[in-house]
């Protein structure tokens, strides 16, 4: 992958000094203030295709030191909610730690306990390379992790392979799942803005999409979460969330009022 050399979550204040990006005007992830969104009705739901991968495709999942890796098939895309059809890269996950939460976008201020994103690219660029250094080449999806009453069953394939990949660069494989499972269900009612990665290079290419309703699992399952991994020099992966950025005058449009 690109240069995403020595950097963490613990010198996030000098990320811009060896990536100017991070010192843009358009960065991620950010608060939303529901009270400041647009209502847009044009933004209509989003449609995934070719979600449901067949047990026999092996996905690879990594832990590169930042966080937990699936790499997804481009055969998994984005059929509507996007301008154009957009292909599936990666999705990893953000999480806290046992003393608190660790979404990265915030709603009106709430930090939620962890947060998923399933990064695409838009493939009328020559390469992803190429796309993910240009506006609009790339979309990502987020949703709010939430600590509810019961197992989460469509995050098991993920969890259940984290004692595999307890230190940072260990990778196993995962049987292919219906990948739709581990967002919400209601995929009509999302904030969209424009923004950035949220870890170096931070490119400002990201068109976000943050469903309003969060994805529920059990305790113990985000607990998992929280304790399992390794990053850098075999310190526990925690917090692994950036903290939110300003907005520099960027709207927030709501697809539900
Ligand atoms: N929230 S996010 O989408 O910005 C994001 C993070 F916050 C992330 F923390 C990460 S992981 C850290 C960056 C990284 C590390 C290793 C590799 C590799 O081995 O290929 C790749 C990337 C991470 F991978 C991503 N997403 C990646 C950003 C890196 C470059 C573009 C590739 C897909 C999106
Ligand atoms: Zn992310």
């Known amino acids: 992958g690109p240069d995403h050399g020595h950097w963490s979550y613990a010198d996030k204040a000098q990320w811009q000094l060896e990536y100017p990006y991070c010192g843009g005007q358009m960065q991620s992830p950010i608060n939303i203030d529901t ?17 449901n991968l067949d047990p026999s495709e092996q996905l690879s999942l ?11 098939p481009g055969s998994l895309t984005i059929a509507s909610g996007y301008p154009q059809e957009h292909r599936a890269m990666q999705l990893h996950l953000h999480w806290g730690s046992p003393a ?40 990502v999806l987020a949703a709010f992790l939430q600590v509810g009453p019961e197992d989460n069953v469509h995050y098991q394939p993920l969890l259940e392979q984290l004692d595999e990949i307890q230190e ?30 949220t870890t170096p290079p931070c490119y400002q290419t990201v068109n976000w999409t943050v469903f309003n309703q969060t994805v529920l699992l059990s305790k113990e399952q985000i607990s998992l979460l929280e304790t399992t991994l390794q990053g850098d020099d075999d310190k526990d992966l925690q917090n692994n969330f950036r903290l939110t950025q300003s907005l520099h005058g960027r709207k927030v449009l709501a697809s539900f009022q």
Do not use: W
């Open 100 to 139: 608190g939460p660790g979404s990265e976008h915030t709603v009106d201020g709430r930090r939620y306990d962890g947060e998923i994103h399933m990064v695409y690219y838009n493939p009328s660029y020559e390469s992803i390379k190429e796309a993910m250094r240009q506006p609009g080449g790339l979309a």
């Open 62 to 72: 990594m832990n590169n030191g930042h966080t937990v890796v699936l790499q997804l």
């Open 35 to 51: 009270n400041s969104t647009i209502f847009s009705p044009e933004l209509q739901p989003v449609v995934l295709a070719g979600c």
């Open 168 to 197: 940072e660069g260990k990778e196993t494989a995962v049987a292919g799942f219906n990948i739709e499972g581990l967002l919400p269900t209601n995929l009509g009612r999302y904030y969209r803005y424009s923004g950035s990665l």
